[in-house]
Each structure stands twice: as structure tokens, then as C-alpha cells.
């Protein structure tokens, strides 16, 4: 029992020597952030329209978009295999410069619907509020379940 209690001693003797060099025991911060040199740009608000579906002869989905003031404009469609569905917002987010809206697209129609039968076009249009400096945001991306598509700001 004592040679066990032995190992115990000089294992936690050791491990705390080896955890020194880890421990700042000064009380103040000596590191540098390179977080902290960043500007810090957030989402302050997303307006989010779905407008009605149409055929199209389009066969890719595109976004457009501008900037000012805080503020990008973006219009843009969804391509589906009918006009029976609606894009929603389903996240959005800034990740590094780039604005990335995830958008959702869902059938309207009930089981007892009928759709036309055409390559439908599920336009939207968004409206995003920006804090902060925006001068490095300079792509939109779209992400759907099946597609990425983006543009420059």
C-alpha cells in the first residue's frame, strides 16, 4: 500500500512540474488577440421575402446583390422542377467577407393541388442590416440543400 501511495505522490509531483510552464500566475493578460485587430461586422436584422413562383426557361439559380450604408440588397431565384414551392430564410450568417444566407425552399401546394408542370422560378428578395465596418464584405453566398451559388458586393 505504501509503495502505491508512493506512485501516487511522485505522478502528481511530476505532472505539476510538467503543467508549470502553462499556468501564468502574473495575474495579467500578456497575450496578444490577432482576433482583436479584425473589424467586427454583425447582423442586426434580415428582411426576407418570397415572391410567387413562375415557369422559366432559366436552368441555374442567381443571386445579385449591392451595398450601402450597412445595408445589402439581395434579389435572387431558386430553380425547381415546378413553381409549386417558396424560398424562406432558414440562417443567416458573416463568415469572414463573405454573407452567407442558407434559404429553404418548400412546396406551397397541398396533395390535392395540381402544379403545372414546368421548370419552376422561386424568386426572393432580402434585405440585410449591418453593424460595423462592411468595407471587407465583398461576396453574397446562397446555400440550399442541393446548390451554392454566390456574387460579389
Excluded at 13 to 30: F, P, Q
Excluded at 124 to 131: G, K, L, N
Excluded at 132 to 144: A, E, F, H, P, Q
Amino acid at each position: 500500500m505504501k509503495s502505491r501511495r508512493r506512485i501516487i505522490q511522485t505522478c502528481g509531483i511530476a505532472s505539476t512540474g510538467l503543467l508549470a510552464g502553462c499556468v501564468d500566475l502574473r495575474g495579467d493578460d500578456t497575450q496578444e488577440n490577432d482576433m482583436d485587430d479584425e473589424p467586427s461586422i454583425e447582423i442586426t436584422d434580415v428582411e426576407f421575402d418570397s415572391l410567387e413562383g413562375s415557369c422559366t426557361s432559366e436552368s441555374e439559380s442567381s443571386v445579385e446583390a449591392e451595398q450601402s450604408n450597412g445595408t445589402v440588397t439581395v434579389n435572387g431565384y431558386v430553380i425547381r422542377g415546378n413553381p409549386c414551392y417558396e424560398a424562406s430564410l432558414a440562417s443567416s450568417q458573416i463568415n469572414g467577407d463573405e454573407l452567407v444566407l442558407s434559404v429553404s425552399v418548400s412546396e406551397t401546394r397541398s396533395d390535392a393541388e395540381v402544379c403545372q408542370e414546368c421548370i419552376g422560378k422561386m424568386p426572393f428578395d432580402a434585405v440585410v442590416s449591418i453593424s460595423g465596418d462592411t468595407s471587407s464584405l465583398n461576396t453574397v453566398t446562397i446555400r440550399t440543400v442541393d446548390k451554392t451559388f454566390s456574387t460579389t458586393v
